[in-house]
């Protein structure tokens, strides 16, 4: 089972920029699809990035062309860039293998809030 921490969030201003980290405690080379979720209060999950193995990426709609994904296996990371923020990116990010499953385990997550 491979512990993931978030970290990387903070309180930034409409416009700015994050990279939010997510360090595996095991290896994660095996793991095809590693994605990037987040929660707002009051609403559902939604994954937000996703990455294969060999660097296939996808997005969600809100936030194409602005937020960037990206996996380093030697490290046992994977990686947002997060630019252009606005406000309706506040949210709780978390990181996860995709697609996810029912037994897979959620961590704290880290906290993003943009302020307008």
């Known amino acids: 089972q491979v512990q993931l921490v978030e970290s990387g969030g903070g309180l930034v201003q409409a416009g700015g920029s994050l990279r939010l980290s997510c360090a595996a405690s095991?290896?994660?080379?095996?793991?095809?699809?590693m994605g990037w979720y987040r929660q707002a209060p009051g609403k559902q999950r939604e994954l937000v990035a996703r990455?294969?193995?060999?660097?296939?990426?996808a997005y969600l709609d809100s936030v194409k062309g602005r937020f960037t994904i990206s996996r380093d296996n030697a490290k046992n990371t994977v990686y947002l860039q997060m630019n252009s923020l606005k406000p309706e990116d506040t949210a709780v990010y978390y990181c996860?293998?995709?697609?996810?499953?029912?037994?897979?385990?959620w961590g704290q997550g880290t906290q993003v809030t943009v302020s307008s």
């Open positions: 996860n293998r995709w697609p996810i499953n029912g037994s897979d385990y």
């Open positions: 095991g290896s994660i080379r095996s793991i095809n699809g």
């Open positions: 990455i294969t193995s060999i660097g296939y990426t």
